[in-house]
């Protein structure tokens, strides 16, 4: 089992920053792949950005350029700094893990919003 705990949201206006932070726990050795997903209201969850362990990383169209995802192995934590910030990102954030067996794990969410 894998605990995810979320923290960093907010309120902030248009074109400001906010920085997300995770932390995993339990069997942490067994993530493979950590990840941000967001969820704006009256829509599905959608992939944000994704790092491997190797540091491998993947982000949505909506977030190169502006969003910048960082893992620290040692301390089991994956970040999302999150620059120039629009309405449109206004969501909840779900921090990702994917182990290598066992299945996906999700934190409980946190809330951001942009205000313009």
């Known amino acids: 089992q894998v605990q995810l705990v979320e923290s960093g949201g907010g309120l902030v206006q248009a074109g400001g920053s906010l920085s997300l932070s995770c932390v995993a726990s339990g069997n942490i050795f067994s993530i493979s792949v950590m990840a941000w997903y967001r969820q704006a209201p009256g829509k599905q969850r959608e992939l944000v950005a994704a790092i491997t362990r190797g540091g491998s990383i993947n982000y949505a169209d909506s977030a190169k350029g502006r969003f910048t995802i960082s893992r620290d192995n040692g301390k089991s934590t994956v970040y999302l700094q999150m620059n120039s910030l629009k309405p449109e990102d206004t969501g909840a954030y779900y921090c990702?893990?994917?182990?290598?067996?066992?299945?996906?794990?999700w934190g409980q969410g946190t809330q951001v919003t942009v205000s313009s």
């Open positions: 990702a893990a994917a182990a290598v067996v066992g299945g996906d794990y």
